[in-house]
């Protein structure tokens, strides 16, 4: 079974604070993606990541692919209540890339209080 | 142009009732996604739809779950005799093409309760 650890699953900042969530598995991506998902929406995709060590941005936000491809992280800088949302690794495994079909992380629920 | 759509946004049925949920994708989009969410979770893997190919149907949790895709667009996924752990939000996706690192473009959800 292919499974993707998110953590932390919950956290909880203050405006301004920097946070990082990880997302690991013991199987290699061909692909990972990050989406963010708000209440009563669907995921809506922040960053697709393909190349091992990959560093991309996203104003605030950083991403990172392991060099193996079997991790990966969210970086955030400088958190704004707006930034408030369930996060969302998910991945395309090595074999699967011909469908697109994804696994996903169980979720990481950030609260930002202002 | 318009996104992916499904209905209804809210649904309460009694269990061992059967239900039809509805996904309108992205026109144009070729792959079609359904999955499963829990409070709070990540997402469940149901079923996929890629242009006249065979479903992988290999997310379904039990022969009570079904979907088809007609004319390569609408897909309605059916939960026969429901029961009180089919209550989730049930995600459509469509994308463009198939394949890894492509975006999928998520509808809203349906929110299925089984009392």
């Known amino acids: 079974t292919q499974l993707l650890e998110q953590s932390p699953q919950f956290l909880s900042i203050q405006e301004g604070e920097n946070l990082t969530v990880y997302c690991n598995s013991s199987s290699v991506f061909s692909s990972l993606q990050w989406y963010r998902q708000e209440p009563g929406e669907g995921p809506v995709l922040l960053v697709t990541v393909v190349t091992g060590g990959e560093v991309k941005k996203l104003k605030r936000l950083t991403f990172q692919f392991g060099d193996a491809r079997k991790d990966s992280s969210l970086h955030i800088t400088a958190a704004q209540p707006g930034d408030t949302g369930l996060y969302l690794c998910?991945?395309?495994?090595?074999?699967?890339?011909?469908?697109?079909?994804?696994?996903f992380g169980q979720g990481t629920t950030l609260q930002v209080k202002p | 142009g318009a996104g992916v759509s499904q209905s209804p946004s809210n649904k309460v049925t009694e269990k061992g009732k059967d239900v039809e949920l509805r996904c309108d994708p992205i026109s144009g989009h070729t792959a079609l996604y359904w999955y499963r969410q829990s409070l709070g979770q990540g997402l469940e893997f149901l079923i996929y739809?890629?242009?006249?190919?065979?479903?992988?149907k290999s997310g379904l949790p039990s022969d009570r779950f079904s979907a088809e895709r007609t004319g390569g667009s609408v897909s309605t996924l059916t939960i026969q005799r429901t029961q009180q752990e089919d209550s989730a939000v049930y995600l459509c996706?469509?994308?463009?093409?198939?394949?890894?690192?492509?975006?999928?473009?998520f509808g809203p959800g349906t929110r299925l309760t089984v009392t």
């Open positions: 996706a469509s994308s463009l093409l198939a394949g890894g690192g492509r975006e999928q473009y």
């Open positions: 739809f890629q242009g006249n190919s065979a479903p992988d």
């Open positions: 998910a991945g395309a495994y090595v074999g699967s890339s011909n469908t697109g079909k994804l696994i």
